[in-house]
């Protein structure tokens, strides 16, 4: 009977202490909007499968320390039912206890023989290997560790080991009870809340990455996220779903290079504010030194957006869109940012020719009637949205001929408009929100006007503009326009172009808008292999692929790295890709050349050609047959 | 300290310029416009000197009425107040126009400094600065790169020709045309554009003011000038390309 | 109806624009056939006086008075309004300078009179004069005349008339000292000392001329033939960002989005390429020139002049022609 009463008190203690935890860790004042997202419950579903019950991604990462958390997850499952009849032994009384010789017992024995191999396998890693990306020593995990191997043993002890009933069993039954409260008291209050908010932030994470919310509509007040009391719900998750495994941060390009950004840091930094009770989030390191903000400036302008951490993350914590770039957002909205580069670049987007090189519109004028672009009127099906990078750049404007050429010989209809601005994506990823509803704004009149249906830009960055962050404006979103990225346009023409494929050694850099933001890795190797090109494949490819060194707005804001102390995004990049032996480097996006370019030029690799899919497709067009 | 800033709107610096057919002027319904460039620097430091040494910053603005834009952005970076003296004719008036309207804008209020940018980017008289300090009886200094208050007045820094420079003393009130460049110019934010909009814009008419314009000069015919903007190559041995390149640039370009 | 050019001089030197702005004034004389005098404000201004003398003017004005001796707007002002209101002069010529920016707009107020600045041609329609001006920076020009009457203020820009066709008068020209009433109560404002910067080792972003190179020098051993083109044209050096990553020269001589933004009168590029991030830092350039072996190089989409050819032959034949021509 005391046992009884004994045990019930101490599971009520304990799930009282659970409750409250987890109450002081999500009970925050915090916006209902953008609320969490039930779109696609399929996908999501499916994803929450993989994810979560496969260990995809935590395998994906780091296949050895992965594979051994796996072990110790699956083992949790396998001990739920195990779990519930020790803890039902509680309350109908120890003396209920009969030996166990359920296929279930054996089943689950094997299990605890697993879980204990993982836990220890992790442990050795964590307290003897110590890899730097984990951070500094925690108790916790200490604590955790300790408890499961507990619960293994008790439990193998109490399934064979020991006579049911006997005074040795019960304290054994006893000290797995006590392991398995223990859980309920540390799980709330450390990392280890993964466990519960892990799958549910993966379910409600974003199809693709980086993804920016709209601001709230008709609050004034919002201006980006500035205070604590901004978190979104999906945020609050995110604070609480990480595990502090540094998977984002190795992955972050940024943060590989030796700056000072380390995505893993903001979120804990964050988390660290909110229980804390912190008000405003970022600030100079001044402030940060002085305590009043828990994130700086300085790291948050470093974010290249590319969205690595997020593609990384294995518990579905969104860093990039939803909290570094909302946070530039609110030092932005509020004018609080004290980098000359940033302001720089604003001021010279808000002056004509609006695009954030500042250069004039003449050239492009110039080269569009040299190549004699048909002008987009309404009529034809396609508009070609250049971009600034086509616009402007000598290399953008051989891609737009390569077009040129492919979408003529593809008989698509197609047209450009004889004036563009930037489409606000710059300026939006750094922060500044209202330069991005001016031009938005405008743009969205042109597009209006001219009856747009169709948009196709060689330019992921704006591709993602068009189809995500410009569908929060009802007036866009009502023109129902499609968006494609010419990779898709061209993998789509490639049937009817009359080609002649040569076979040639090319490495392919998926752009980060691509690849994360858009989801494509297919369709531009299917243009190259159509082309002729036999692909070798970087180590960072696909949905894993390393940024340029341009998103984010840093093509603009550039590294300012005064001395050569540390490497380069796109060096190292571009060493990656050259590495790989062929002379052809093929890309995707504006931008990336233009980082590559520089970097083979550092390097003296003139014999390495940075080449988009367009132009690649395009020399293998066969000359148009002369008609009569 | 009370400023005030004198800024004009002009085409957007990109603009593709089409002279009307009469060749008068230009097809002015085509552009966009913007804030004059250096006087977006004016601006910049009539706010640093506010935020250093408190007092307002007014814009005013002798323009057309959709200049009023133009103050509003002005407004949206913290200008307090803006007053637009408002007719057609200030598109290509001269600079002596320009500076009685604004002066008369002004209605006798007393301020401790008006600003100007250098010039404007469009008719580039750099005149109404300095016309309007003299029409009001002020001391004045041009070419600003600095401006720092001292006992009994300012102490600023004029840029001079190759390199030099001078500080000049003057008590105020006074008026300055800043020089580009004298500052980093701050971007327009969110919140002060929402901050604007309850912002007091004081709109006038010429009639009102009881001024007639008599220009002391007339634009009689814009047109694009003979020289095309093509890459002009330096042929023949390295020797002789070498000596033309050179006498182009002393005689043609003149910047040598 | 006469002219009256207004030099400018800074403690005993004549600004070299006074000489071109002399030439205007005699070439609007010769035009509206009126006699044109020369004017020139100071205190001690012997050697300068009879300089002028020597040219072909009708007679020189020396404006002498301890409180000209260093340049003020109310000093200038003052003594010019009254000179040009006691000799009538009804076309008055100056140099656009800096000087003349800061004190002319307040002269012509005072007078009443209207200022056509910074002037680049002229020519008689019908009696009158119409002057060429730039407007939009340079994009458009324009025919600018005066309205009401006379006295007209007229500057010129530098390079717009040739101050090396001047003729000497066949004698000296008669100097005169109108006296100056002049009071230091009058003069508000008060200049100190002439100073210049103390001078950053590396100053791109005020340079008046650039040199810039790319990675088409080859190499940090041909960096002493670039340094001589740039002594030749009293220019600073400049670099693409690949040449300052490679270590060749330091970070802060380069030029483009990541370095300094620049804008020089003149920007010579030698081996640049081109790239979108090296132009806007340069964009701002009166006049850009460029030498690159590839004729197709970008750099020459924006270029005023250029040659394509060996920049290792081209460098020293263009150093050797500065050298010879100054």
Redesign the interface.
């Known amino acids: 009977m005391l046992a009884r009463t004994a045990f019930a008190l101490l599971l009520a203690a304990s799930v009282a202490y659970f409750v409250r935890f987890v109450y002081w860790r999500f009970h925050h004042p915090i916006q209902r909007v953008p609320p969490l997202r039930w779109d696609h419950p399929g996908e999501r579903l499916w994803r929450v499968f993989c994810e979560v019950l496969l260990q995809t991604r935590v395998i994906r990462e780091r296949p050895v320390a992965g594979l051994l958390h796996a072990l110790v997850m699956w083992g949790f499952f396998a001990f739920a039912w195990v779990s519930a009849e020790h803890l039902s032994l509680g309350v109908r009384g120890l003396e209920a206890a009969r030996p166990s010789d359920s296929w279930y017992g054996v089943f689950a024995a094997a299990w605890a023989v697993a879980v204990t191999i993982g836990i220890l396998g992790l442990t050795f890693r964590r307290f003897v290997l110590r890899p730097a990306v984990l951070g500094p020593l925690s108790g916790t995990s200490a604590v955790v560790a300790a408890l499961i191997v507990l619960l293994m043993t008790t439990y193998l002890l109490g399934w064979r080991g020991l006579e049911a009933g006997s005074a040795a069993w019960q304290v054994n039954w006893w000290v797995h009870t006590l392991s398995f409260l223990g859980m309920l008291v540390v799980i709330p209050q450390s990392k280890h809340l993964h466990l519960l908010a892990g799958p549910v932030a993966i379910f409600f994470r974003g199809r693709t990455t980086s993804g920016m919310r709209a601001l709230r509509e008709g609050d004034d007040d919002d201006l980006g996220m500035v205070r604590f009391t901004d978190l979104a719900p999906k945020d609050l998750l995110d604070l609480h779903a990480c595990v502090e495994c540094g998977r984002c941060t190795q992955a972050c390009p940024a943060n590989v290079v030796g700056q000072s950004l380390n995505p893993k840091e903001v979120i804990l930094q964050m988390q660290r504010g909110l229980l804390a009770g912190g008000e405003v989030i970022a600030g100079t390191e001044e402030e940060a030194a002085a305590g009043k903000v828990w994130v700086t400036e300085r790291d948050l302008f470093q974010c290249l957006s590319c969205g690595a951490c997020e593609e990384a993350c294995p518990v579905g914590i969104e860093h990039v869109g939803r909290k570094i770039l909302d946070l530039r957002r609110g030092l932005v909205s509020e004018g609080r940012t004290t980098s000359d580069k940033v302001g720089e670049l604003f001021t010279t987007m808000e002056r004509a020719p609006h695009n954030p090189w500042g250069v004039s519109h003449e050239a492009r004028r110039k080269f569009l009637e040299a190549e004699k672009f048909p002008f987009f009127d309404g009529t034809q099906e396609w508009l070609f949205w250049m971009g600034c990078g086509l616009n402007y750049d000598p290399h953008g404007q051989e891609v737009a001929r390569a077009m040129r050429r492919i979408l003529d010989a593809g008989a698509v209809s197609w047209g450009v408009l004889a004036q563009e601005t930037c489409c606000g994506e710059p300026g939006r990823r750094a922060g500044n929100e209202y330069l991005y509803l001016q031009l938005s704004e405008k743009l969205v009149e042109v597009f209006q006007g001219k009856k747009v249906r169709k948009i196709l830009t060689c330019d992921p960055h704006c591709a993602r503009m068009f189809d995500a962050d410009y569908r929060a404006i009802p007036d866009y979103e009502s023109l129902g326009i499609e968006v494609q990225h010419h990779s898709e346009t061209l993998a789509r023409l490639l049937p009817s172009l009359p080609l002649e494929p040569v076979r040639e050694a090319v490495t392919f850099h998926d752009p980060c808008y691509l690849a994360r933001g858009r989801g494509l890795t297919a369709e531009p190797r299917a243009v190259l292999a159509a082309s002729g090109a036999s692909l070798i494949e970087m180590a960072h490819h696909g949905k894993r692929t390393f940024c340029c060194g341009a998103g984010g707005g840093q093509l603009y804001l550039a590294e300012d790295a005064p001395g050569h102390d540390r490497q380069r995004v796109n060096h190292r990049r571009f060493a990656e890709a050259a590495a790989t032996g062929a002379a052809i480097v093929a890309v995707a996006c504006p931008y990336c050349p233009i980082m590559l370019k520089d970097a083979a030029a550092y390097a003296g690799r003139d014999d390495v050609a940075v080449l988009d899919i367009a132009e690649i497709l395009a020399r293998r067009l066969r000359a148009p047959a002369l008609s009569c | 300290m009370k400023i005030v800033v004198c800024l004009k709107q002009v085409?957007?610096?990109?603009?593709?310029?089409r002279?009307e057919a009469a060749g008068g002027w230009?097809r002015d319904s085509e552009l966009?416009y913007?804030i004059n460039?250096p006087d977006a620097f004016a601006l910049e430091e009539g706010l640093r000197l506010k935020e250093k040494h408190g007092g307002e910053v007014v814009v005013a603005c002798a323009g057309p009425a959709r200049a009023a834009a133009a103050i509003r952005e002005a407004m949206a970076k913290g200008a307090d107040r803006g007053i637009l003296v408002e007719d057609d004719a200030f598109i290509r008036a001269?600079?002596?126009s320009t500076?009685r309207a604004l002066a008369a804008g002004l209605g006798g209020e007393a301020f401790d400094l008006i600003l100007t940018g250098l010039q404007s980017?469009?008719?580039?008289?750099?005149?109404?600065?300095?016309?309007l300090?003299?029409?009001l009886g002020l001391?004045?200094?041009?070419?600003i790169m600095q401006v720092e208050a001292q006992e009994g007045g300012l102490r600023v820094k004029?840029?001079?020709?190759a390199?030099?420079?001078?500080?000049?003393?003057?008590?105020l009130p006074a008026l300055l045309t800043i020089q580009s460049g004298i500052n980093?110019?701050?971007?327009?934010?969110?919140?002060?554009?929402?901050k604007a909009k309850t912002k007091e814009l004081k709109r006038l008419t010429l009639a009102e003011l009881g001024v007639t314009l008599?220009?002391?000069?007339?634009?009689?015919?814009?047109?694009?000038?003979q020289k095309t903007?093509r890459?002009?190559?330096?042929e023949g041995t390295?020797?002789e390309?070498?000596?033309k390149?050179?006498e182009?640039?002393?005689?043609e370009?003149?910047?040598? | 109806m006469s002219v009256l050019v207004v030099m400018e001089q800074q403690e005993g030197a004549w600004h070299k624009l006074s000489w071109e702005a002399l030439a205007a004034g005699l070439e609007l004389g010769r035009a509206l056939g009126e006699p044109v005098a020369a004017a020139v404000v100071g205190e001690a201004l012997d050697a300068l006086e009879t300089e002028l003398a020597a040219q072909a003017v009708e007679r020189v004005l020396s404006l002498r008075h301890p409180l000209l001796a260093a340049y003020t707007p109310d000093g200038y002002t003052t003594a010019l309004e009254a000179l040009i209101r006691e000799t009538k002069a009804a076309w008055v010529v100056l140099p656009h300078t800096y000087q003349v920016r800061d004190f002319a707009p307040k002269l012509a107020t005072a007078l009443d009179c209207g200022l056509i600045p910074d002037v680049i041609g002229l020519r008689v329609e019908g009696g009158a004069p119409v002057f060429v001006r730039q407007l939009f920076q340079g994009k458009l020009n324009a025919d600018v005349v005066f309205e009401g009457p006379p006295p007209y203020l007229v500057s010129v820009q530098a390079g717009a008339f040739r101050a090396d066709q001047l003729q000497p008068g066949a004698s000296p020209a008669p100097v005169e000292r109108p006296a100056v009433a002049l009071e230091s109560k009058q003069i508000r404002t008060r200049p100190l000392e002439r100073f210049q910067e103390a001078k950053r080792t590396v100053d791109l972003a005020s340079a008046a001329i650039i040199v810039s190179v790319g990675r088409g020098i080859k190499g940090p051993e041909n960096l002493p033939m670039m340094e001589e083109l740039a002594r030749a044209l009293g220019a600073e050096l400049g670099a693409s960002r690949p040449v300052c990553d490679s270590g060749w020269l330091p970070l802060e001589r380069q030029v483009g989005s990541s370095g300094q933004t620049v804008a020089p009168k003149l920007y010579l590029a030698i081996g640049i390429s081109g790239a979108i991030q090296h132009l806007v830092g340069m964009k701002g350039s009166r006049t850009v020139a460029a030498i690159n072996k590839d004729p197709t190089a970008p750099i020459f989409e924006v270029a005023d002049y250029g040659i394509v050819g060996d920049l290792f032959e081209i460098v020293p034949a263009l150093t050797a022609a500065l050298k010879s021509s100054s």
């Not at chain 2, 980093?184 to 002060?192: E, F, S």
């Not at chain 2, 890459?231 to 330096?234: A, S």
Request: proline share 7%; net charge positive; hydrophobic share 45%.
């Open positions: 085409p957007a610096k990109d603009s593709l310029l002279v230009v966009s913007e460039e001269d600079s002596f500076a980017d469009d008719l580039g008289f750099a005149q109404t600065g300095v016309s300090a003299h029409l001391p004045h200094a041009t070419i004029r840029e001079l020709e390199g030099w420079f001078q500080h000049v003393e003057m008590p980093k110019v701050r971007y327009a934010t969110l919140m002060g554009i929402k008599a220009p002391r000069q007339t634009i009689r015919r814009v047109y694009v000038p903007k890459t002009e190559l330096m390295p020797k390309a070498a000596a390149l050179v182009k640039l002393k005689f370009a003149r910047v040598l």
